[in-house]
């Protein structure tokens, strides 16, 4: 499958006849940190002991639906002592301080303290046993907000440097979606849209399909897992004869019911593997429920990267996916 900018010096004046316009917002660098990367301030002590065992068994879990072992968030840790400027601008920042000078345990969440876009959780509580409190009660809390901001981040830039055609024609389709740079329409028929980006080593691809939707029945998990199989035997071949994506059955197939923009939608998550071939990745499927059109729009990404992790090309694919908004 696929500088050093150097003004010339008429310009200085005026650049600083502008600064009194320019807010403490605009001046904050942009973050730093590779994506799905957390920094965990929390000391030494505590680290190796149970505390460090929660924290761990938290931002370390396993993510679900991938080929491989991957955690949910690649954890650096760091002491209270060592968090100096050096780490400030780090882009998820989970800061915790356990201490008897804590006299009351909370947990803040502070955005675009010290760079932008930033997210900062703040722990504090006077002892162990207050912390695993506070932080049992909160910790999903936690988890859905650094990863919902992780999403923010990918689609700012999406949004920045958008392919503008595909996003045009997928809004006269009544799909519109925040395609990126990178991505092509390789197919555009009647009922099927593919839309990937493709590197030598790595394959990221939208598929778009539109069925007509008769009643509620086909939304039944058994129907979607059959209608996407039919959708991909016909539209994602192969280069060998003979070979065609599918659904994974052998893996676990999450299914989710939602309501998206007042629309309602399934969810999909599993594995997807190439029918007679070797060939395998993750995915996550929408199927929105067009009542305009009197249709189903199945929007399906995937990712095939057999060298390398795919935990943030699967989250790169996941944010454009929701971007999908079915136009009333």
């Known amino acids: 499958m696929k500088k050093y ?5 008429f310009l200085f004046s005026l650049f600083f006849s502008a600064c009194g316009d320019i807010s403490n917002e605009d001046l904050k660098p942009n973050v730093t940190g590779k994506a799905g990367e957390l920094l965990l301030v929390v000391d030494d002590n505590k680290w190796k002991s149970a505390v460090g065992d929660s924290l761990r068994e938290v931002f370390e879990q396993e993510v679900q639906i991938l080929p491989q072992r991957e955690p949910l968030f690649t954890v ?11 780490f400030e601008t780090h882009r998820s920042i989970v800061r ?15 955005r675009d303290v010290w760079a932008k876009p930033q997210t900062v959780f703040e722990i504090k509580a006077p002892n162990d046993s207050v912390f695993f409190k506070i932080f049992s009660k909160r910790k999903q809390a936690i988890v859905d907000t650094l990863l919902l901001d992780e999403q923010r981040r990918y689609l700012q830039s999406y949004i920045k440097f958008e392919n503008q055609e595909v996003t045009r024609i997928l809004k006269q389709r009544g799909v519109p979606m925040h395609i990126p740079k ?19 080593l790595t394959s990221q691809a939208i598929l778009i399909s539109f069925i007509d939707y008769k009643d509620t029945a086909q939304l039944s998990k058994e129907n979607l897992i059959h209608q996407i199989d039919s959708v991909l035997k016909v539209n994602v071949q192969g280069q060998t004869k003979g070979t065609y994506m599918q659904l994974e059955k052998r893996a676990d ?20 593997q190439l029918e007679n071939d070797y060939m395998g990745g993750p995915f996550v499927a929408l199927i929105s429920v067009d009542t305009k059109r009197q249709r189903l729009v199945l929007a399906y990404g995937y990712v095939y990267s057999p060298k390398y992790d795919k935990r943030n090309y699967m989250r790169q694919v996941e944010t454009i996916l929701y971007t999908l908004k079915i136009d009333k």
Do not use: C, H
């Open 5 to 9: 900018v150097l003004f010339p010096i």
């Open 76 to 86: 650096v840790n760091i002491p209270n002592k060592a968090f100096t400027n050096l």
């Open 96 to 110: 915790v301080q356990i201490s008897p000078k804590n006299e009351k345990a909370s947990i803040k969440l502070r």
């Open 182 to 200: 990178g991505y092509r329409l390789d197919v555009n028929k009647d009922a099927f849209m593919w839309i990937s980006y493709e590197a030598p």
């Open 253 to 272: 197939i999450l299914y989710k019911k939602m309501m998206r923009d007042g629309v309602y939608t399934v969810e999909l998550r599993g594995l997807w």
